[in-house]
DNA sequence: AGAGTATATATCGGACGGATATATATCTGA
DNA sequence: TCAGATATATATCCGTCCGATATATACTCT
């Protein structure tokens, strides 16, 4: 999903900053499935500007910069639900999953086991971390009203992530065995 | 992971044409968690190949383009080597999910209520074909000798893929009268 | 004092990938 | 018959993206 479409997607939930934008795709309910930098919001949003999607009007603040706060136009919703229904063409897109840490898995007989080990253990840590942290949204979220599909893939987002970090607890032990099983074979 | 370093990690398996490279990161053990497009795995081998870490032969064949198989030198190998080594920091890094069918899904009460469930049903069939090619190969490679590495993040792929299909074939019925309930709602 | 963090806007330049181009060959459907 | 699709191959273009950098204000910790 290019970026200008996120924003809008964003923007269409309430008025926001260039800031805020990136944090809900770093924070927010986007978090586990998009990402985005500052180097295409900004850019993106001067876009949606100039072809009148958003407007965007500035905020003096004591004790910090001044901010740009954007809201969708009349226009700029219309095109969010067209390009939402050009997306939706019945046909299945695969979703891009990316891991550096398997990357590094794959390879593991490359690597001193210690740090295998090492990278395995943070990698659990770190999806028990974003498991809580999207557990505590859900829980500060309970009483409000929320959209089905936020729900929906919170629900998705945490089914995933539970997946990932119970496979790597289940299986560290018997990998490291057979990684340092390998090596004691290459030895003789 | 930088494509350099990923076709150094492809070729460390054995030579192979740019073509089969990219082919790797489509259908073979790398498929679930790394992609590459051809617009950067060719100028990569061309670096690689001009930085002395791989070789090129031009090979012609009968009723195809001719080809070049890229083989990776000892320079190579100790590149690829040193890349896994400073990248296993011992720090997790995130692994990169973007899913423009979640998006959509999040938005889901901006779209008429069959475009959605047609969505979904597109992306519950996506993930059982997903699986069944994982666990097909998973079965024709059963007699060979494989790296403890591969088996492991095929374990992870297969974990996840399944959570996420199951999520979407156990949650769509509830979802979708979520959304059928709300526009009722709406209506009143 | 400097590094890190947070809230803000903005840009640079390297990395990437889909589309395109070229080449050879085969198959299918209108 | 021709166009489109598919497969095996190499190669490049250009729009998109993002991490780093820059700037600004303020606070905390070593």
Do not use: W
Not at 15 to 44: C, L, M, R, V
Not at 45 to 60: F, N, P, Q, S, V
Not at 86 to 99: C, F, K, N, P, Q
Not at 163 to 172: E, P, S, T, V
């Amino acid at each position: 999903m290019d970026v200008r479409t996120f924003c809008l997607g964003v923007l269409s939930l309430g008025d926001a900053t260039g800031y805020e934008i990136k944090k809900q795709a770093e924070d927010g309910p986007f978090s586990h499935f998009y990402k985005a930098g500052f180097g295409s919001i900004y850019p993106a949003l001067a876009r949606l500007a100039a072809d009148g999607l958003i407007t965007g009007r500035d905020e003096a603040q004591a004790g910090k910069p001044d901010k740009r706060i954007y809201a969708v136009t009349p226009a700029g919703k219309a095109a969010l639900a067209d390009a939402l229904t050009d997306h939706a063409t019945g046909i299945a897109v695969e979703d891009d999953i990316r891991s550096e840490f398997l990357f590094l898995m794959f390879f593991a007989h490359l690597m001193p086991a210690h740090r295998v080990a090492r990278q395995i253990d943070a990698h659990i840590a770190l999806y028990r971390e974003c498991l809580d942290h999207i557990e505590a949204k859900a829980s500060d979220s309970a009483c409000e009203h929320q959209l089905p599909g936020h729900v929906f893939v919170r629900g998705v987002g945490l089914a995933v992530y539970r997946a990932f970090h119970d496979y790597l607890r289940d299986n560290r032990d018997a990998f490291l065995a057979q990684l340092g099983a390998g090596r004691q074979n290459a030895a003789e």
